[in-house]
């Protein structure tokens, strides 16, 4: 379930879809988005580092 909102929020397809929010609102949805992707990342380099050891 909570996987399942994760992936509906990184969707492109709702990145970029109208909404009738505010434009400050959208922005903060925007840079959320961002430091998840990024907080991702950083598992995926910490885990690989992690294994090569």
């Known amino acids: 379930m909570f996987l399942k909102r994760i992936l509906y929020y990184l969707d492109p ?3 970029f879809g109208r ?3 505010n434009v400050n609102l959208r ?3 925007g840079i959320n988005r961002i430091s998840i992707l990024l907080f991702l ?3 995926v380099v910490m ?3 992690a294994l090569s050891r």
């Open 13 to 15: 397809r709702t990145l």
């Open 19 to 21: 909404s009738e929010a």
């Open 27 to 29: 922005f903060m949805h």
């Open 41 to 43: 990342a950083c598992l």
């Open 47 to 49: 885990l690989v580092r």
